[in-house]
């Protein structure tokens, strides 16, 4: 059994693979804990999920599905599958500091169940973000709190750790298998009670950005509407 479990959601990723995984397990390997790491695949279409293939080890495995499924439906799955008791995951780019997992795993040891990086607290640290994403993901965020009472400053910083036995149950209700899956978490862990907590993060996007900023966010905006009217 690990301690830790770190899921890497993976589509088209081939510039950056080899790279930044090495240097996630080189984080792993220097915080001396016991852990495995799951390579997230699905539907790609670069070199990705030839590259997984060759990164699998002892401590790495991949799930993965020629079909793509989103990157909630991904982490659903992984955390499912997941041996540790505590599963953190980041988003490939590494846009999140790795300096950060430990106090990810700190938050975790001190009794939270879910703590996620934030963009939005005294403290954070963001770079190479166009002023408009910044403002409307402000925006989107005061939105949640208002809807949904969650007082949570970042829902979307794709750097998260739970605790997994806490976030299971909760996997079985998540209707939303892609960007929207991370505020329809905290939001539902926020209903059932569950503890929460955000650490100040170094935060720096990836020079080509590929979010459509508009669909995405009416997208999510709507998934955040959507939901509203269900629970
Ligand atoms: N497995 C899987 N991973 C996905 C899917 N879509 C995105 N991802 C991964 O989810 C993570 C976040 O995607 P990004 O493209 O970085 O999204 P973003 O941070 O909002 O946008 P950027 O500004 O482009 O970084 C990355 O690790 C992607 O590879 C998917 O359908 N399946
Ligand atoms: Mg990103």
Known sequence: MSE???????YNEEGILLNNVSRVKDALENLGMDYEI????????DESPFIVKRLVSEKMRIMSS???????????????????????YMDADLATDLKHTKDLIKEIRKGADICT??????????????????FLSRGYNMMLRTMFDTSVKDH????????????????????????????????RARLKGL???EIPVEWKDRKESGVRLRTDILEMGAAALFLRFRI
Do not use: Y
């Open 195 to 197: 503890t929460i907590t």
């Open 117 to 134: 990086g934030s963009r939005f607290l005294p403290g954070s640290k963001v770079g190479g973000r166009k002023a408009l994403r910044e």
């Open 38 to 45: 799951i390579l997230a695949e699905d539907g790609s279409t």
């Open 4 to 10: 830790i479990s770190v899921i890497i959601p993976i």
């Open 156 to 187: 979307q910083c794709g750097f998260k750790a739970f605790r997994r036995a806490a976030v299971l149950p909760l996997l079985e209700e998540m209707e939303n298998n892609h960007w929207f899956w991370d505020s329809e978490l905290l939001i």
């Open 66 to 88: 020629g079909k793509k499924l989103g990157r909630g439906a991904t982490l659903n799955r992984a955390i499912r599958s997941a041996k540790g008791n505590i599963v953190i």
